[in-house]
């Protein structure tokens, strides 16, 4: 496929409002300290600061990729401890890219002077790896949609923070991490990526206008859906039936309707689905 026209529609598509060269992650950034004692909410008053920094700032992607992955990144804080002459936080971190990615992860422990200074380093941060890792995992599955399973590289350096991480001080969680890792490139898991791929694609070009592309991508995206358990498949319907049934029925394709109707087990998306396949019947008529 051609990537810089791809790249072109996913650039109109994420981040319409938002482009801005050099910047790879816009973030909407929150930090919530209401847990915390005074002093050390005071101590950590620049924190949402250097974090969206830290975020919007850096390069994430290389300069070839000039589009704006969008996310929401909030730090619950739950307890300051100090310990040995420092203070110790746990907190919590919900991460999502505003689409069809998100995750909770409350196992998080660190410690961090007054004032901190955000900085990307190879070292390993126990505050800024978690970041980071969760990061790597959302940018993985955006390649995965620009490329078949091309979200390999971002994976690979999630599991770089990962092997890091074992040697650390605070290491409660990375077990948990890592087996969501693994879980991402399993061999069963390559199916649901790969399925992704080919469905966006074909929705690429259905947008664009390339019909006969964009048939040729969804009907090979739907060839997998059948062999994706329910469970997997039904946030997946969640968040694409609407757009998904609209380009099916403008391309009128019935038989794939007629699929989505017998796989899709929600009654709200059976409905739409039914209402779509009659009205390429009645284009038939």
């Not at 790249?7 to 319409?16: C, K, Q, T, V």
């Not at 919530?32 to 390069?59: I, R």
């Not at 791929?197 to 964009?214: K, V």
């Amino acid at each position: 496929m051609h990537y810089s026209k791809f790249l072109g529609w996913i650039i109109f598509g994420l981040s319409l409002n938002s482009l801005a060269f050099g910047q790879r992650i816009q973030a909407k950034v929150e930090v919530d300290m209401q847990k915390l004692p005074m002093d050390n909410q005071q101590k950590l008053a620049n924190l949402s600061n250097e974090l969206d920094q830290y975020l919007n700032k850096n390069q994430w992607c290389p300069d070839d990729y000039n589009y704006v992955v969008p996310a929401t990144v909030n730090v619950y804080f739950e307890e300051a401890k100090a310990v040995s002459r420092e203070d110790r936080y746990s907190a919590r971190l919900i991460i999502s890219n505003e689409s069809d990615v998100q995750y909770s992860d409350y196992r998080w422990d660190f410690a961090m002077d007054a004032q901190p200074r955000l900085q990307h380093s190879p070292s390993y941060d126990p505050f800024t790896g978690m970041i980071d890792f969760y990061v790597y995992l959302i940018l993985g599955f955006e390649f995965d949609r620009i490329e078949k399973l091309g979200g390999r590289d971002y994976f690979q350096k999630a599991r770089n923070v990962v092997e890091q991480a074992k040697f650390g001080r605070f290491i409660r969680g990375w077990d948990r991490r890592e087996n969501i890792l693994q879980d991402i490139l399993s061999d069963s898991n390559q199916t649901f990526r790969e399925m992704r791929f080919y469905y966006y694609t074909g929705i690429y070009y259905f947008d664009s206008g390339e019909r006969e592309d964009a048939r040729k991508y969804l009907v090979k995206s739907l060839s997998y859906f059948e062999k994706l358990p329910s469970e997997t498949m039904a946030r997946f319907y969640s968040l694409n039936y609407h757009p998904m049934g609209n380009a099916l029925e403008q391309l009128g394709m019935k038989s794939e309707l007629e699929l989505l109707m017998r796989l899709d087990q929600d009654k709200e998306h059976k409905a739409y689905y039914q209402t779509q396949w009659e009205a390429v019947t009645k284009k038939e008529e």
